[in-house]
């Protein structure tokens, strides 16, 4: 490139012409081996292409694909095509949404049902610390052990032991 001068504009801008006329391809973009063969052949054979023939791992040419397929369509077909992706959409935001209201009201559910049990425990706790008080409390007063094992619904070896069954 050149400027008003005709001296060099830059270096690092220059054009390069390639004659697709003269290019002749493998007819699979499978079997291209570089990338300057691939943009030549997607270029040259867009018009012919369909979805099968550029691998989903290409996303650069995939998108490239997608993109003139849509300009293809007239102009009924991309207002539809856009409606669908917008509903695609919508659809999923409100499938994601369900979930984290699901996912939310189970971790509550959790909640609730821990405290429910571990209120459940302490009570039951709390009546066997209270039989296991009660039990020496008769042991101090000079009661016979089977007396108090009767009284408490405790065995000998929990009342000596001072330990519960749960």
Not at 46 to 58: A, E, F, L, N, Q
Not at 65 to 70: A, I, Q, S, V
Not at 76 to 101: C, N, P, T
């Amino acid at each position: 490139m050149k400027d008003d001068e005709n001296k060099d504009f830059s270096e690092k801008v220059a054009f390069v012409l390639i004659d697709l006329t003269k290019f002749a391809a493998q007819t699979n973009f499978d079997q291209l081996p570089g990338l300057k063969e691939k943009w030549c052949y997607t270029i040259k054979n867009m018009w012919r292409m369909t979805d099968g023939d550029i691998p989903v791992s290409d996303t650069a040419f995939r998108e490239l694909y997608e993109e003139c397929k849509l300009s293809k369509l007239i102009d009924m077909e991309k207002q539809e095509y856009e409606k669908s992706i917008l509903e695609y959409e919508d659809v999923k935001r409100a499938v994601a949404y369900a979930g984290e209201l699901a996912a939310k009201a189970a971790y509550e559910e959790g909640i609730e049902k821990g405290i429910t049990e571990g209120r459940k425990e302490g009570r039951e706790e709390g009546r066997m610390a209270a039989l296991l008080q009660t039990a020496k409390n008769l042991l101090d007063l000079g009661l016979p052990m089977n007396d108090i094992t009767k009284a408490t619904g405790l065995t000998e070896e929990q009342i000596q032991t001072g330990t519960s069954p749960l």
